[in-house]
C-alpha cells in the first residue's frame, strides 16, 4: 500500500450493493488516479468479483475465514478471496469483532496467500497487541463515535496520539489509520496532523448526495497534509 490511505469501508447499507455500490468504486478509482493517493475499496461481499473486476483500486473483504477450500458451509476462505482477485482483508471490525487468536489465525492465512490485512482495534493497547501481529495496515477506532458523524480525530485526539505511541514501541512499519465519525475533509487533514496515515471511513461516504465530492475533498486534504 502506498500512503496517504483513504479506506472506504462500504458496510451494508443500501448503497453498498448493486449499482449503486460500483458507482462509489468507480469514484473512488477516478479519485485516486486524480490524486495519486491509496483509495481502497471494502464492499461487501456479494459485490467483490464484480468491483474486482471494474477498478483498478485496491478491493478489500470486510471479513474472511482462515480456512481452506472445502466443506465450510456460510464461512468464506481466504484462498478463494485470493482467486477472486481481492487485494485484502478488514480484520476484526467493531460490527465483526474476533477473538486474538481468531484475528492471528485470518492474519496469517492472509499472508501465507499474498493478501493484506486491516485489522481494526477499539482502544491504543488493542493496537498495540495487533501491530505486534504485523498485519499490513491497523485502523484505531473508538466504538462509540461509529457512524455520529463525530470525528474521534476532534473529539478523541489523544486515542490517535496513545495509538501511534504504543504502536510505534512494537512495530514502525505498519501503516496506522483513524476511523469513527470522520466526516469532513477537516477531520482528514486532523487525523493525519495526528500521526497516522489516513483514515477509515464509511457513513460520511456511504450516506453521502454526492459520494464521488466527498471522496474528493478527503483525498484532496490527505495529499496536501501528509508528509
Ligand atoms: O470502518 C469505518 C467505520 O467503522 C467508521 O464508520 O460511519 O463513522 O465512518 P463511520
Known sequence: LKVPVLAINFKAYPTSFGVKALEIAKAAEKVAQEYGVEVIVIPPATELRKIVESVSIP???????????????????????????????LVNHSEHRLRLDEIVAIVEAAKKYGLETLVCADTPIAAAAIAAIKPVALA???????????????????????TVQRVREVNKEVIILTGAGISTAEDVEAAIRLGTAGVLVASAIMKAQNPE??????AAVAKAAYK
Open 59 to 89: 478491493v478489500y473483504a470486510q471479513h474472511a475465514d482462515p480456512y481452506e477450500y472445502g466443506a465450510y458451509t456460510g464461512w468464506l476462505p481466504v484462498v478463494a478471496l485470493k482467486d477472486i482477485g481481492v487485494r485484502g482483508i
Open 140 to 162: 484505531v477506532e473508538p466504538p462509540e463515535l461509529i457512524g455520529t458523524g463525530i470525528a474521534v480525530s476532534k473529539a478523541k485526539p489523544e486515542v490517535i496520539t496513545n
Open 213 to 218: 465530492k466527498v471522496i474528493k475533498d478527503m
